[in-house]
């Protein structure tokens, strides 16, 4: 069965080719150019964007896998959440193919996607394993979440204002570094002492897992304008926010880990590229003897790769969501978990 995949939840406008749930081809244009000169994502200027390129992207996508749309047998597409402007714009692309071509369409959950996406890089018959623990950190998006069986997904926790991407973005933006700002803190950090700067950390309640990251934006924002950095301070500014950071996801992660008992952890989304990141989660692993995934960094940033995998089996299964599937911002994951 050959599935297309669409995802514009975001910035990026990707689709993507699986053959019998196995990558054939992925394309992401990203808009970082669009948006880089204000420091983050603007709304409408996305979805305007995804509507110039989606076409060009589906495309390419078809044509890296060396087939025709006739050849598709069914279409899954990023249903939520996201922005709403931008996933229409997927959602569009989607039914008009499957309009035209006759084919089943799936909406999917954008989180589902990231949970699944290193299934990608495995053999069909060594998928992770469930149940397992689920982070996905990215500019959107902070969470822990518990993926129980196939299709059954608790939310344990999120952030409860920003995203911990958008953390690093805006004190890369507040110490004037440029637009997407995780990879330059990032590089910057490899250079200076963690321990520099004691940046404040967020704890919410114990045996909660919900996280914060605007107190943080807050602090550090209130400590560059009283201690304005020299150029030469920067790596140091950078690997005490970097680490601060990572501490407190760190932290949830651990407690979830405890309250659950699972033995496998993934970790997705743009900020799992992270060097200090990746690091601290396999330490984390070790010392409790959990297995530690960690998508490639191409699969852990938005695509459509993962959006199809993830309905794959709907779609496998004679499923089909029809052409009145709508975008939706703020779609329910699961059940509240509880005990
Ligand atoms: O998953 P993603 O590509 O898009 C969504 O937000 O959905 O994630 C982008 C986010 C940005 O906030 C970016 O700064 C962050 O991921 N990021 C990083 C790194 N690479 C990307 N943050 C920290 N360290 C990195 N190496
Ligand atoms: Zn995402």
Same mark, same amino acid.
């Given at each position: 069965m050959i599935v297309l995949g669409l995802e514009s939840s975001c910035d990026d406008s990707a689709a993507a080719v699986l053959r019998d749930g196995r990558l054939v081809s992925s394309v992401v244009s990203s808009q970082d150019e669009v948006h880089g000169p204000y420091g983050g994502v603007v709304p409408e200027l996305a979805s305007r964007h995804h509507v110039r390129t989606m076409l060009a992207v589906v495309d390419a996508a078809l044509g890296r896998a060396e087939i025709d749309l006739d050849a598709v047998d069914g279409i899954a597409v990023t249903r939520? $959440? #996201?922005?709403i402007g931008s996933l229409l714009v997927g959602l569009s692309v989607a039914k008009g193919i499957a309009l035209r071509r006759g084919v089943p369409l799936v909406g999917v959950h954008h989180l589902e996607g990231h949970l699944l996406a290193a299934n990608l890089d495995r053999p069909a018959d060594a998928a992770?394993?469930?149940?397992f623990l689920g982070l996905i950190v990215s500019g959107g998006h902070s969470g822990l979440y518990l993926a129980?069986? $196939? #299709?059954d997904y608790a939310c344990l926790g999120k952030t409860r204002d920003d995203a911990v991407g958008e953390a690093f973005d805006k004190v890369a933006k507040v110490l004037g570094l440029?637009?997407?700002g995780g990879p330059i803190i990032d590089r910057l950090a490899r250079?200076?002492?963690?321990?520099?700067i004691r940046f404040p950390r967020a704890r919410l309640k114990r045996g909660r897992f919900d996280l914060s990251f605007s107190g943080f934006k807050t602090a550090v924002w209130q400590w560059v304008r009283d201690n304005p950095p020299a150029p030469e301070r920067l790596p140091d500014v950078a690997a005490s926010v970097q680490e601060a950071l990572v501490d407190m996801l760190v932290d949830a992660t651990s407690e979830a880990l405890d309250a659950t008992g699972v033995e496998r952890l993934v970790v997705s989304g743009g900020v799992s590229a992270n060097r200090r990141l990746r690091a601290r989660m396999t330490e984390l692993g070790d010392a409790r003897g959990v297995e530690v995934i960690v998508p490639r960094p191409t699969l852990c940033t938005d695509n459509a790769a993962m959006i199809a995998l993830a309905g794959w089996p709907r779609l496998a299964a004679g499923e089909s969501d029809g052409l009145g599937v709508e975008a939706d911002a703020a779609l329910p994951f699961g059940v509240a978990w509880s005990g």
């Amino acid at each position: 069965m050959i599935v297309l995949g669409l995802e514009s939840s975001c910035d990026d406008s990707a689709a993507a080719v699986l053959r019998d749930g196995r990558l054939v081809s992925s394309v992401v244009s990203s808009q970082d150019e669009v948006h880089g000169p204000y420091g983050g994502v603007v709304p409408e200027l996305a979805s305007r964007h995804h509507v110039r390129t989606m076409l060009a992207v589906v495309d390419a996508a078809l044509g890296r896998a060396e087939i025709d749309l006739d050849a598709v047998d069914g279409i899954a597409v990023t249903r939520g $959440p #996201g922005l709403i402007g931008s996933l229409l714009v997927g959602l569009s692309v989607a039914k008009g193919i499957a309009l035209r071509r006759g084919v089943p369409l799936v909406g999917v959950h954008h989180l589902e996607g990231h949970l699944l996406a290193a299934n990608l890089d495995r053999p069909a018959d060594a998928a992770v394993a469930h149940p397992f623990l689920g982070l996905i950190v990215s500019g959107g998006h902070s969470g822990l979440y518990l993926a129980r069986a $196939p #299709g059954d997904y608790a939310c344990l926790g999120k952030t409860r204002d920003d995203a911990v991407g958008e953390a690093f973005d805006k004190v890369a933006k507040v110490l004037g570094l440029g637009y997407p700002g995780g990879p330059i803190i990032d590089r910057l950090a490899r250079d200076g002492d963690p321990t520099a700067i004691r940046f404040p950390r967020a704890r919410l309640k114990r045996g909660r897992f919900d996280l914060s990251f605007s107190g943080f934006k807050t602090a550090v924002w209130q400590w560059v304008r009283d201690n304005p950095p020299a150029p030469e301070r920067l790596p140091d500014v950078a690997a005490s926010v970097q680490e601060a950071l990572v501490d407190m996801l760190v932290d949830a992660t651990s407690e979830a880990l405890d309250a659950t008992g699972v033995e496998r952890l993934v970790v997705s989304g743009g900020v799992s590229a992270n060097r200090r990141l990746r690091a601290r989660m396999t330490e984390l692993g070790d010392a409790r003897g959990v297995e530690v995934i960690v998508p490639r960094p191409t699969l852990c940033t938005d695509n459509a790769a993962m959006i199809a995998l993830a309905g794959w089996p709907r779609l496998a299964a004679g499923e089909s969501d029809g052409l009145g599937v709508e975008a939706d911002a703020a779609l329910p994951f699961g059940v509240a978990w509880s005990g």
